[in-house]
């Protein structure tokens, strides 16, 4: 693989998905001009006709580069992933090739966390079920099955950059944050939040669950049908980074 010198309007960047135009933008301005935009993942065959003469790719989740699109990538140097994992780049592969591959972290920890604090609230003031109910000419003024979000006990599977986010909102709703997870960040400020010594003790003492773990072999199938049992007969799981087995009940996701 060739990694010569190269002036920046002869720098091939490829950005996939649809990546922000700001990206774009900022890459201009730097000199770069030389940027195929594509606003879609691609099917492999397309992507490793693209990718053939590219020395930088810019992709999100839906885009797979595995060893046979590297076989075809000659001129590749750098792999961006603008989002949290890694997962969809063959890592193994690409540090053979001497390919660097970096994400953003913390690129949409702030988005992630506000979703799932809207969710439970849509969810807690039966929100769906009226909305549904509106559309098809029904008033549904009851407030039965609506409750607050304040003492309510919020158990996440997962305490890094996501779960800590989810723990201040819910925090400021006055909501109960208990947590297990292999590294527990340290929450001093938020009086209501306490770790739990296992995902059972959790999964029995919670009304919202959030899993917030990046999907692996390890990770994979981690809520299954033992797991679900030891929920609370009422309690809602919220899924946003991981894949579970098949649910033994109607979930809301």
């Known amino acids: 693989m060739s990694k010569v010198s190269l002036a920046k309007d002869k720098i091939k960047i490829l950005l996939l998905e649809g990546v ?9 301005r730097n000199g770069y001009s030389n940027i195929d935009y594509v606003k879609t993942s691609l ?3 397309e992507l490793k006709e693209r990718i053939k003469d590219a020395h930088f790719v ?7 580069i595995n060893e046979a699109v590297l076989d ?13 994992g890694t997962n969809q780049v063959d890592l193994s592969n690409a540090r053979q090739r001497g390919i660097a591959v970096f994400n953003a972290p913390f690129s949409n920890t702030r988005s992630v966390a506000e979703l799932v ?9 039966g929100i769906p079920e009226r909305n549904a109910a509106a559309h098809r000419g029904e008033w549904l003024k009851t407030a039965t099955g609506s409750f607050e979000a304040r003492g309510k006990t919020l158990g996440i599977i997962g305490y890094g950059h996501i779960g800590r986010e989810v723990a201040a909102r819910a925090n400021a709703f006055g909501m109960k944050s208990i947590a297990v997870s292999r590294t527990i960040y340290p929450a001093p400020e938020l009086a209501s939040f306490k770790t739990m010594a296992d995902i059972d003790q959790l999964l029995a003492t919670a009304d919202y669950i959030i899993l917030a773990l990046p999907l692996s072999d390890e990770t994979k199938g981690l809520i299954d049908a033992d797991k ?3 929920m609370k007969s009422d309690a809602v799981l919220i899924l946003s980074l991981i894949h579970i087995s098949e649910p033994t009940r109607p979930l809301y996701i």
């Open 72 to 84: 075809a990538a000659e001129k590749l140097i750098a792999i961006g992933c603008f989002c949290i």
């Open 20 to 28: 922000h135009q700001s990206a774009v933008e900022t890459l201009k």
């Open 58 to 64: 810019g992709l999100r989740s839906r885009t797979h």
């Open 117 to 125: 604090l809207g969710e439970i609230l849509l969810l807690l003031r």
């Open 228 to 230: 679900f049992s030891k």
């Open 43 to 45: 099917p492999e065959d």
